[in-house]
């Protein structure tokens, strides 16, 4: 059971595409990231764009099968939107809780969504 749950984190033909996006990280994304590198948060550890199965996520704690997304302007069209839910779906099939933030909840209310994040670590 663990080799099969290992094979859908991080997959190679993903590689490229998740090295891609830490480089490139939105500006959301970086403050986020300050707050929850190095354990910062209640000691947990997060990854970012962590791969699960062959979706990406900006944020997870393999601890307690958290994910975090931020979502740009790209997210809120009619076709985002319906993908999102659908991604979300199909991650969350996997014994993983989903977090959703907007770029703006980051910018202006960071510690609310720290505080949040925080309420669903143990």
């Known amino acids: 059971m663990e080799y099969a749950m290992k094979k859908i984190f991080n997959q190679k ?28 948060l209640k000691g947990y550890k997060f990854r970012r764009q962590q791969g699960v199965n062959r979706y990406i996520v900006d944020f997870y704690c393999p601890k307690v099968k958290l994910a975090i997304e931020i979502d740009g302007d790209t997210h809120f069209g009619q076709k985002a ?20 933030f907007t770029n703006l909840d980051v910018y202006e209310n960071i510690d609310s969504v720290l505080a949040e994040i925080a309420d669903n670590l143990p």
Not at 18 to 32: C, D, F, G, S
């Open 13 to 40: 033909s993903n590689k490229a595409k998740r090295k891609k996006l830490r480089n490139e990280m939105t500006r959301a994304e970086q403050i986020l990231w300050y707050y929850l590198r190095r354990h910062q």
């Open 81 to 100: 939107i319906k993908y999102d839910l659908e991604r979300q779906g199909r991650i969350e099939e996997f014994g993983i809780k989903f977090l959703r």
